[in-house]
């Protein structure tokens, strides 16, 4: 399993959906920074299934428990383990995909990968459950750079289905509207936009089917010059850690593929000074050139494809008999993954952000 990540801070994730609990241990945190637990505590129940009824049925606590790395609220400088224990599972018609894969699923590919060795409950460690130690990490990382860098990072739903959202303003972002991203259940900049989301999913969801959409995520004040061409620039960095986030099919910053429309003229970033700071007219390269940061907003977004488990009749095969059959799935499944998804992009950037900036100014959290 590849489940470590990081250079200067690194982050291993451990446990299975429907197994005692999930985890985190975070190596290389810095030693003295004093932990805001009902923040951490908030991004874990940003996450965690709404009451709304868009969300699975399935509920759990996801309470923290600390076994190690922060002692009286302050990081030790050891490593930070942290625990989320699981208890409202149900496990008893998963083994039935093992002949059976289900279409979209990881069933069919881990299991090839851990000759059937691994966990397929609930998806086991590919499951999206899997993100809650990741939500945990990155709303450390975040605290500790808005704390100590004046960094804000937020992010809204700009697109479910066919409905979209505004978009940020790539050359100004507002920080308070950042925060208060953070605090609405369904993050959007044009209120309008929120009743059409809800109607597009309940729609999928009355029909048996899933619906996929598009988080667009926002780092405002990053130093200029922080990144390493060229393995490690800003831009594989952030993607590789957005990609390790379940049913991210697609990472794009700034105008992304929209650029391959546009002619050079249009495309550059112009400089221009602005109260003796340097800033660029346009950002449409997201705040990144060469690989590092501009101070430009950082914009990214991710792309989320449909919940693979749906009510509808779909056809798979039958691994022993190698016949085709009909597969009707059960039990509780979000009908749009996107929903719950901009606190974990949050959380991914984040950590990423962290790892570049212990990079560029080392282990002093002061």
Known sequence: MGS???NHIKISIFGESHGKGVGVVIDGFPAGFEC???YIKRDLTRRAPGGHGLTTGRKEEDAPVILAGILDGITTGAPIMAMINNSDTRSKDY?????????????????????????IRGG????????????????????FLKKYHN????????????????????TSVDRDLLCQLQLDDIPVLNNETEKKIIEEVLKAKSSLDSIGGVIECAVVGADPGIGSPIFNNVESRIASILYSIPAVKGVEFGFGF????????????????????????????????GGITTGMPIIVRAVFKPTPSIGREQRTLNLVTGEEEKLWIHGRHDPCIALRAPVVVEASVAIAMMDLYLEAYGYDAK
């Open 258 to 289: 929209e650029l391959a429309g546009m002619r050079g003229s249009e495309a550059n970033d112009c400089f221009t000074l602005e109260d003796g700071i340097i800033k660029t007219t346009t950002n449409y390269s997201g705040g990144i050139l």
């Open 151 to 170: 960094i804000e990072i937020g992010s809204h739903i700009y697109r479910i289905g066919e409905v979209f959202d505004l978009p940020f303003d790539l």
């Open 124 to 143: 086991g460690h590919f499951s999206g459950r899997l993100t809650a130690p990741l939500t945990f990490a990155g709303a450390l990382c975040k605290d």
């Open 95 to 119: 083994e039935q995909f093992r002949t059976i894969p289900r279409p979209g699923h990881s069933d069919y590919a881990g299991q090839v990968r851990y000759k059937g060795y691994n966990d």
């Open 4 to 6: 470590t990540w990081g």
């Open 36 to 38: 805001n637990m009902e």
